[in-house]
């Protein structure tokens, strides 16, 4: 049984992490913080300014020119010490995570394993990547690039963090982060860990602040070599546009539309199962999640069958409960911003197969009732804007070529989902599908060594294994 630590007091954040070192912020600005499960607030976090990221992109650079000669077992032992770190502070990470971001423990709990395993992971695969290459003339170099500015959501903290930095330290790069300050009491937690870790002094730096404020300076200033940002596709068009006037490398994982293709073939007691578990991951605050349900015409009325059976082994709220999937909404403003989604649905025909409008019943703080449409169209507004909470769109189609056509139609190509019991067929529909990633007949992704990223407006580059590093270094030819 896993035992509930509740925050007893009231927790106020009134430090950020530079150079080695926890110092208040020179910014005044402090934002409130609030549990979703209840709507209380249960902290403060004191937020840095443009004077903050100018220091901590100082003290990165300053680091930088020792630690860009770090060796590569100097910087594999500093990976192994943050998954150490990690994995002994789990408990106290996963309990931030349940009361701050309101995510089931369950879900919780997997995330933060996962981050602990990506430092293992990046270790791994820096030990497979070519730094140096001798050609028969000349010797080609991969040089780290510099001081990476980091830009992470609230959706997965310490994921996306955790994400950022491996492949920074891999690389012999430092790095400044700007986390959502709507995370803060999960990334001071972190910010500790990442001290107890003994990194270098300068290598991690962390500064709580806006993006106007602290996001604009990393995003312009010209000792940052590169910008990794995760979030809206909205927001990593500014960081593109602004990152170009400096040349700055930009790594973008953006927005999400993801199609589930459901074939003539598949076993629908599986995979509409299936599918409602893709679609409501993380409370449906992920830009992966397959949102839209493409389904054959002639098997509708089964399908939607299916899904009302469905929902009632899908269990929301009692977040400490690991039998829980749906958790509240991350904060009021998420919360307003999906129930307008919603009456846009209504407003424009579709069908409310299950849930709606308003809390479910029994709940208050930031709860969305877990809804799905029905006779939904691609001219619709749920079937084409990323909605980023828990709302599905069942789409029906007549022939795979319409399928295709369908999960092709969208500005995103983050990831796909199909289902079917003839794994060729799915293969072939699956190389059709513009997207970084396809799974099939399957949630999750079992294989580390694969990248991630998205094509068309999911975002730029790639994530994970030596592809991540790759981000992070400059290839320089040395010849005779």
């Not at 690389?171 to 959502?180: F, H, Y």
Request: proline letters at 4%; hydrophobic letters at 40%; aromatic letters at 8%.
């Amino acid at each position: 049984m896993y035992t509930i630590k509740l925050f007893n007091n009231m927790k106020i954040i009134d430090k950020i992490y530079i150079n080695g070192l926890f110092v208040k912020p020179h910014g005044k600005q402090v934002q409130d913080l609030y549990n979703p499960d209840s709507g209380e607030k249960i902290g403060m976090v004191h937020l840095g300014d443009e004077v903050d990221a100018n220091l901590a992109i100082d003290a990165a650079k300053k680091a930088f020119e020792s630690f860009s000669k770090s060796t590569l077992q100097e910087r594999a032992e500093i990976l192994e010490r943050l998954y150490d770190v990690l994995v002994a502070n789990e408990k106290e990470l996963n309990e931030a995570a349940v009361q701050e971001y309101g995510s089931p423990i369950s879900a919780t709990k997997g995330r933060t394993q996962y981050a602990a395993q990506i430092f293992l992971d990046t270790k791994a695969a820096m030990e497979n990547f070519e730094f140096e290459k001798q050609l028969e003339f000349a010797t080609i170099i991969n040089e780290p690039l510099g001081v990476i500015a980091a830009i992470t959501p609230w959706n997965a903290n310490y994921t996306h963090i955790c994400g950022k930095v491996a492949p920074a330290i891999a690389a012999g790069c430092t790095i400044v982060i700007k986390p959502s300050e709507l995370s803060a009491i999960q990334t001071e937690i972190l910010a500790r860990c990442f001290d107890q870790a003994g990194v270098p002094k300068g290598v991690i730096n962390i500064v709580n602040g806006t993006g106007p404020e602290v996001g604009t300076v990393l995003n312009s200033h010209p000792d940052v070599a590169v910008v990794t940002f995760t979030g809206s596709t909205q927001v990593g068009r500014l960081i593109s546009s602004t990152a170009a006037q400096t040349m700055k490398r930009v790594t973008l994982e953006l927005g999400g539309k993801s199609p589930n293709i459901i074939l003539e073939d598949a076993d629908l007691d599986k995979a509409i199962p299936l599918a409602l578990l893709i679609g409501f991951s993380n409370s449906g605050q992920a830009c992966h999640a397959g949102t839209r349900i493409l389904v054959p015409e002639g098997k509708l009325e089964q399908v939607k069958d299916l899904i009302k059976e469905g929902m009632k082994n899908i269990k929301i709220g009692d977040l400490w409960n690991t039998q829980s999937y749906i958790g509240p909404l991350v904060s009021k403003k998420q919360y307003d911003t999906v129930q307008r989604y919603i009456q846009s649905g209504i407003d424009e025909g579709a069908q409310v197969l299950v849930g709606g409008l308003g809390h479910p019943e029994g709940f208050k703080g930031f709860y969305v009732k877990p809804t799905v449409f029905v006779n939904v169209n691609q001219d619709m507004i749920i079937a084409n804007e990323e909605i980023f909470g828990p709302v599905l769109s069942v789409i029906t189609y007549t022939t795979e070529e319409e399928a295709v056509k369908i999960a092709n139609s969208t500005i995103y190509g983050l990831s796909a989902y199909i289902s079917s019991q003839d794994i060729e067929k799915a293969k072939e529909i699956a190389r059709q599908i513009v997207s970084g990633r396809v799974l099939i007949n399957t949630a999750v992704n079992r294989e580390a060594q694969s990248p991630f990223g998205g094509f068309k407006q999911s975002g730029i580059g790639r994530t994970s294994w030596t592809y991540g590093i790759e981000e992070y270094v400059e290839p320089k030819v040395i010849a005779l």
